[in-house]
Structure formats: C-alpha cells, structure tokens
C-alpha cells in the first residue's frame, strides 16, 4: 500500500506560479510511475502530467505543456509538478497518483482508473 501525500496548493494570481509536492510513505516508491491528476468543480478528473519510475520519460496533457513541469527525486520519494503561467482554468484540486508504469495507459489517454494508488489532492485556485 502506498500513502501519498500533496502539499503546495494554494490561491495564486493568473500568470503567477507554484510548486506541487506529494510525498509517498513506500520505501520502494522509484519503483512507481507517479502522476498528476486535477478534477475541476463539475468537472471529470483529467490528467495532467508523468513521469516514469526513473524520471527519464515525462508525459504531458496538451492543456498544460510548455508550462507545467514534472520531476521527481526518488530519495526523497517525492515527485514534483512546477505550474508556471498559471490561467484561472487550471484551478482544481490537484491529485497525486501511482501506478508500476505508465506505458500502457499512455496508449489509453491516462484514464484516472487506471492509476492504483491516489493521495487526498490538494487545491489550487487562479484568480484572473
């Protein structure tokens, strides 16, 4: 069983910036492909960004690429999802999500079932 747990939302103006964390309690987590999911208010939960158990292949939705930036260090068993250029659309509450590989459900479109384990979110609000 892994715990994951995000910090970092918060409430930030359009064009600002902020840093997502989401630290995971498996001592084997460099084991997992770790994601970032957001559900918007009467919205379905999206994917956001991946990256693979040793970072070297990041996945991006077409909404946030060239803004948003994943990365992970896996001794501190910790991924984290740089926001820059923040928009009032991205506010939602902001998912950490694992799974053994993401490969397979890149093929998919990244549905949200197919992810094992999720944190609790975190919400991030952009004010225009």
């Known amino acids: 069983q892994v715990q994951l747990v995000e910090s970092g939302g918060g409430l930030v103006q359009a064009g600002g910036s902020l840093r997502l964390s989401c630290g995971a309690s498996?001592?084997?987590?460099?084991?997992?492909?770790m994601a970032w999911f957001r559900q918007a208010p009467g919205k379905e939960r999206e994917f956001v960004a991946g990256?693979?158990?040793?970072?070297?292949?990041?996945y991006y939705a077409d909404s946030v690429k060239g803004r948003f930036t994943i990365s992970r260090e896996n001794a501190k068993k910790t991924v984290y999802l740089q926001m820059n250029s923040l928009k009032p659309e991205d506010t939602a509450v902001y998912y950490c999500?694992?799974?053994?590989?993401?490969?397979?459900?890149?093929?998919?479109?990244?549905?949200?079932?197919?992810?094992?384990?999720w944190g609790e979110g975190t919400l991030v609000t952009v004010s225009s």
């Open positions: 999500a694992a799974r053994v590989s993401l490969e397979s459900l890149a093929r998919l479109g990244f549905p949200p079932s197919g992810m094992t384990y």
């Open positions: 498996e001592r084997t987590f460099s084991s997992y492909a």
């Open positions: 990256i693979s158990w040793s970072g070297s292949t990041a």
